[in-house]
């Protein structure tokens, strides 16, 4: 499965195989998404057929819904799972409290709400999504289309009374189209260059109205392993 790997996806690779050691028989998994989630599940697909594995899905997206099927874990809701045992994720950032930048896949909802069910996330990550401070990556955040410029307007004027550096948001687009998440709402992506008070961020963009959710997860995420080109793995 791992072939001739470039050192990006060796590093995805390592990060997701070292993380498959905390999955036991029977354990309720929700299942991440973007590129490292789906060598996750591409892993635990073969633990399923080579080792017999039993694991319940539960995945945060229709992608990795059908990446897991296809490779043959049993998939369910979170409704009927109730609570899940583990969570593992890919983030676009971390820092050292392990606090993260998530969504930029589009898939932060699902991603949020299942890491909360659960009883750990852990984080799978290459070395370069290891940051002092979060922000550098655009932050998403997830908006109901309805009356989304004005969404928009509030979100860039909360900024001012805030620790952070930049205030310009984007739509995310899919081609010319708004890009449409899972749940049906827009994307948007908020380019701040630093985030002095992630804590403090999360809460007032959450406030206002038309804001579903927000990318960053706070006192969420319990173990980081990070994958590095040359194979080697940290935790
Ligand atoms: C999707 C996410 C992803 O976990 C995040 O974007 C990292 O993706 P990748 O593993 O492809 O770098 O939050 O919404």
């Not at 498959?20 to 354990?27: K, P, R």
């Not at 945060?60 to 049993?74: D, F, Y």
Request: net charge negative; charged share 25%; glycine share 10%.
């Amino acid at each position: 499965m791992s072939g001739h790997l470039s050192p990006i996806d060796t590093a995805k690779f390592v990060a997701a195989k070292r993380a498959c050691d905390y999955v036991e028989d029977g354990m309720r998994v929700g299942l991440g998404t973007g590129s490292t989630a789906a060598w996750l599940v591409r892993c635990l697909g073969e633990m399923i057929q080579k080792d017999g594995l039993r694991i319940t899905g539960v995945p945060t997206s229709t992608r990795t819904a059908e990446l897991a099927r296809q490779v043959g874990i049993t998939v369910t809701s979170l409704d009927e799972a109730r609570w899940l045992d583990l969570t593992i994720d890919g983030a676009d950032e971390f820092d050292a409290e392990l606090n993260l930048v998530k969504g930029g896949g589009g898939a932060l909802l699902q991603e949020k709400i299942v890491a909360t069910a659960s009883d750990r996330m852990i984080v799978i990550a290459d070395k370069s999504k290891q940051v002092e401070t979060l922000g550098a990556f655009p932050l998403p955040i997830e908006v109901v289309p309805f009356g989304w410029q004005t969404t928009k307007a509030l979100v860039e004027e909360s900024l001012s009374s805030l620790d952070v550096l930049g205030d310009s948001t984007s739509l995310r687009l899919n081609g010319d189209m708004p890009f449409v998440t899972d749940e049906g709402n827009h994307i948007l992506d908020l380019h701040l260059k630093r985030i002095g008070n992630a804590r403090q961020l999360a809460l007032v963009i959450n406030q206002i109205p038309g804001v579903v959710e927000n990318g960053l997860f706070i006192d969420i995420c319990d173990i980081v392993v990070i994958g590095h080109g040359n194979g080697k793995v940290e935790v």
